[in-house]
Nanobody
Framework: QVRLVESGGGLVQAGGSLRLSCTVSGRTYVRSSAMAWFRQGHGKEREFVAAINWDGWVGDSPHYAHTAKGRFTISRDHAVDTLFLQMSRLLPEDTAMYFC????????????????????WGQGIQVTVSS
């Protein structure tokens, strides 16, 4: 019932910035759930980027992958039903398809990084960082 749609991707030079958005529709709010950004580079496994509580649950939020700390910021705006990922100081290694996702309450911070625990996924959006 819940649908996620990403936007804001594109091509950017190394060192530049980009902001991704993920709009939530349908059953917009899920109590005590968490949302996250994942990415998948060509020929690589899907990897965790950042997560934040969507509604009700606080816990260790926001939570970032080591590669995202200090460069990426995850945030949410319930007024416009949107999840954001602000990316700065981008590197060619950040080139990937980025996905937003929603999951049930997580028992720990480490559980937030497991893609198999997420129930709903967006279609993904490409981010390409040139050198």
């Amino acid at each position: 019932q819940v649908r996620l749609v990403e936007s804001g991707g594109g091509l950017v030079q190394a060192g530049g910035s980009l902001r991704l958005s993920c709009t939530v529709s349908g059953r917009t709010y899920v109590r005590s759930s968490a949302m996250a950004w994942f990415r998948q580079g060509h020929g690589k496994e899907r990897e965790f980027v950042a997560a934040i509580n969507w509604d009700g649950w606080v816990g260790d939020s926001p939570h970032y992958a080591h590669t995202a700390k200090g460069r990426f910021t995850i945030s949410r705006d319930h007024a416009v039903d949107t999840l954001f990922l602000q990316m700065s100081r981008l590197l060619p290694e950040d080139t990937a398809m980025y996905f937003c996702a929603l999951r049930p309450p997580a028992p720990s911070s480490s559980a937030l990084a497991r893609p198999d625990e997420y129930d709903v996924w967006g279609q993904g959006i490409q981010v390409t960082v040139s050198s």
